[in-house]
């Protein structure tokens, strides 16, 4: 049996908390904050397809937007073209509020500190 899965360019991770986000959408939302991921994946956040913005230090913002919401999510670059997705949500316009800009670094931070943990433990444990 031969794999047609294309190799993702891009790839995006989401968080548990995001990936719950996500679903919490209504089919509408869900599909387009869904179809603008594809895109990152396929162009990488550079593109002009591909609406980012920066929000502070690492974050950056996926935006795109549905016939009734603006949507958002967070995300950082982790390694090897790797992304993580902090938070998603949906809004009525188009300033995002400083609440869900603080869930989405708050994330994170959580994110990069268990990190950070864990490669001090690995190396405690090969001795080095």
Same mark, same amino acid.
């Given at each position: 049996?031969?794999?047609?899965?294309?190799?993702?360019?891009?790839?995006?991770?989401?968080?548990?908390?995001?990936?719950? $986000?996500?679903?919490?959408?209504?089919?509408?939302?869900? !599909?387009?904050?869904?179809?603008?991921?594809?895109?990152?994946?396929?162009?990488?956040?550079?593109? !002009?397809?591909?609406?980012?913005? @920066?929000? $502070?230090?690492?974050?950056?913002?996926?935006?795109?937007?549905?016939?009734?919401?603006?949507?958002?999510?967070?995300?950082?670059?982790?390694?090897?073209?790797?992304?993580?997705?902090?938070?998603?949500?949906?809004?009525?316009?188009?300033?995002?509020?400083?609440?869900?800009?603080?869930?989405?670094?708050?994330?994170?931070?959580?994110?990069?500190?268990?990190?950070?943990?864990? !490669?001090?433990?690995?190396?405690?444990?090969?001795? @080095?």
């Amino acid at each position: 049996m031969v794999n047609n899965k294309k190799k993702k360019a891009h790839p995006v991770k989401l968080m548990d908390e995001a990936r719950a $986000e996500l679903f919490s959408l209504d089919a509408v939302n869900r !599909a387009e904050f869904i179809s603008a991921i594809d895109d990152f994946e396929l162009y990488g956040p550079a593109h !002009a397809m591909v609406d980012t913005e @920066k929000i $502070e230090g690492e974050l950056y913002e996926l935006k795109t937007q549905s016939p009734t919401h603006w949507l958002r999510g967070f995300y950082f670059h982790l390694q090897d073209g790797l992304y993580v997705i902090t938070h998603i949500f949906a809004k009525k316009t188009n300033k995002t509020p400083k609440a869900n800009k603080e869930i989405g670094l708050t994330r994170y931070k959580a994110f990069k500190e268990a990190m950070t943990r864990a !490669a001090i433990v690995k190396s405690k444990k090969s001795g @080095k």
